[in-house]
């Protein structure tokens, strides 16, 4: 069964960079596209971006300035920086599965990432 | 690229049927086959329901069904049950090859 697990700081200053790392368990890293997206307490899901296992990337318009997304095909993980933080990215950060020609269709459970001095 | 345009709360009587819409450009929902839905409970991951604009994973219940056309896409849930009470996202790919989702939409069974 695919699992995905997000981990990283609950906690951020801002200004400061936000880094997640999202572990994956039951599939190859080298099957599917991955991604990471946020959702601000009580708001809607905003996508941030996505990575391919050969290092192919796209991001949100809005964030690509501030985001990188990597991946690491020898531990079957992949990452999440986020640049220059304000209050405005305090959200839960999910990351998911997307295979080939498919939806999101296996999810982390999200993590609470609160900016905050 | 602006979210995809969803009502905020639908609501409905058991047994009933309900549709959301998700109202985008012909740069995402408009122009490609690729608009999902997902149903999001309170302090869940989403879970999806619906893709490709009217496919259904194994295991999502039949009385969830979804269409399109022109630059709206539409949830409907025939059949209404208290567990169909949540929060519903659609989602379209792009034509600068991302992602974007709706507004949102909380469903409410009266």
């Not at chain 1, 950060?93 to 999101?104: Q, S, T, V």
């Amino acid at each position: 069964q695919v699992q995905l697990q997000e981990s990283g700081p609950g906690l951020v200053k801002p200004s400061e960079t936000l880094s997640l790392t999202c572990t994956v368990s039951g599939d190859s890293i080298s099957s599917s596209y991955w991604s990471w997206i946020r959702q601000p307490p009580g708001k809607g899901l905003e996508w941030i971006g996505y990575i391919y296992y050969s290092g192919i990337t796209n991001y949100n318009p809005s964030l690509k300035s501030r985001v990188t997304i990597s991946v690491d095909t020898s531990k079957s993980q992949f990452s999440l920086k986020l640049s220059s933080v304000t209050a405005a990215d305090t959200a839960v950060y999910y990351c998911a599965r997307k295979p080939i020609g498919k939806p999101f269709d296996y999810w982390g459970q999200g993590t609470l990432v609160t900016v905050s001095s | 690229q602006s979210a995809l345009t969803q009502p905020a709360s639908v609501s409905g009587s058991p047994g009933q049927s309900i549709t959301i819409s998700c109202t985008g450009t012909s740069s995402d929902v408009g122009g490609y086959n690729y608009v999902s839905w997902y149903q999001q409970h309170p302090g869940k991951a989403p879970k999806l329901m619906i893709y490709d604009v009217s496919n259904r994973p194994s295991g999502v219940s039949n009385r969830f069904s979804g269409s399109k056309s022109g630059n709206t896409a539409s949830l409907t849930i025939s059949g209404l049950q208290a567990e169909d009470e949540a929060d519903y996202y659609c989602t379209s790919y792009t034509s600068s090859s991302t992602y974007v989702f709706g507004t949102g939409t909380k469903v409410t069974v009266l």
